[in-house]
C-alpha cells in the first residue's frame, strides 16, 4: 500500500530565510509525486508534480522540488520565503497505470508553515 | 483553467437530516473524488468515480454514499448526518491517465 510522511507538523520561519518540506513516501513502484497547497478555508491548489525525467521539479511560487528514488523522498524548496507563503502544504503519491483505483493519490497529513516578519 | 465549484461554502444542518453536497466541474474530467479533511488526518478518501454511474469506495465511505448521474457533477450525500462528520469536505476531479487532481473550494460542514 502507498502511503506519505510528512515529519513535520509545524514549521517556523523568518521572511526571506530559504525553507525545505520534507516528504517521504512509500510506493512498489514509480511514483507520480505531488506537492499542493492550501491557505486557510481554500481548497488545495497544485504547486509541482515529478512524473518522470528531470528529478529537479520547479513549479509556481518560486518553489522547487527534488525527487531522490534512494531516499525515497520529495522534499519541497524555496530559497526565500515570502510572508503570502504562509499556509499548509501537502504532499502526495499516486501511481501510474489503467483501472479506476490507480488514480487514487495518498496525502500526507500536512505541514503548518508560518512565517515570521 | 480548470475549474470546480462546490455548491456551498459552509453547511449547518442538524443531526439526522439529509444532506447533499454538490460539485461540479467543467473540463469534462472522467475521474471525480470527495474527500474529508480533519486537523492533524490530512485528506482522506471517502469515494470517488471514474466514470458516469460508477463508484467505488475510498478509506472511510461509511456513512457517506454518492451518486454520479452526469459526468460533470458528483454528488456526496449523508444519508443521515452525524456530530462526527462535521468537516471539511473538498472535492476533486482529474482526467484519466493523468493522476493531477484539481479540486473545489471545500464545503465546511457543521452537523448540530
Known amino acids: 500500500a502507498q502511503s506519505v510522511t510528512q515529519p513535520d507538523i509545524h514549521i517556523t520561519v523568518s521572511e526571506g530565510a530559504s525553507l525545505e518540506l520534507r516528504c517521504n513516501y512509500s510506493?512498489?513502484?514509480?511514483?507520480?509525486l505531488f506537492w499542493y497547497v492550501q491557505s486557510p478555508g481554500q481548497g488545495l491548489q497544485l504547486l509541482l508534480k515529478y512524473f518522470s525525467g528531470d528529478t529537479l521539479v520547479q513549479g509556481i511560487k518560486g518553489f522547487e522540488a527534488e525527487f531522490k528514488r534512494s531516499q525515497s523522498s520529495f522534499n519541497l524548496r524555496k530559497p526565500s520565503v515570502h510572508w503570502s507563503d504562509a499556509a499548509e502544504y501537502f504532499c502526495a503519491v499516486g501511481g501510474s497505470g489503467s483501472g479506476g483505483s490507480n488514480y487514487k493519490l495518498t496525502f500526507g497529513k500536512g505541514t503548518l508553515l508560518t512565517v515570521n516578519p | 483553467d480548470v475549474k470546480v465549484t462546490q455548491s456551498s461554502r459552509y453547511l449547518v444542518k442538524r443531526t439526522g437530516e439529509k444532506v447533499f453536497l454538490e460539485c461540479v466541474q467543467d473540463?469534462?474530467?472522467?475521474?471525480m473524488f470527495w474527500y474529508r479533511q480533519d486537523p492533524g488526518l490530512g485528506l482522506r478518501l471517502i469515494y470517488f468515480?471514474?466514470?458516469?454511474?460508477?463508484?467505488e469506495k475510498g478509506d472511510i465511505p461509511e456513512g457517506y454514499s454518492v451518486s454520479r448521474e452526469k459526468k460533470e457533477r458528483f454528488s456526496l450525500i449523508l444519508e443521515s448526518a452525524s456530530t462526527n462528520q462535521t468537516s471539511m469536505y473538498l472535492c476533486?476531479?482529474?482526467?484519466?491517465?493523468?493522476?493531477?487532481?484539481?479540486f473545489g473550494p471545500g464545503t465546511r460542514l457543521l452537523v448540530l
Open positions: 476533486a476531479s482529474s482526467i484519466s491517465g493523468q493522476e493531477t487532481q484539481y
Open positions: 468515480s471514474y466514470d458516469v454511474k460508477m463508484k
Open positions: 473540463m469534462d474530467h472522467e475521474n
Open positions: 510506493y512498489g513502484a514509480t511514483p507520480y
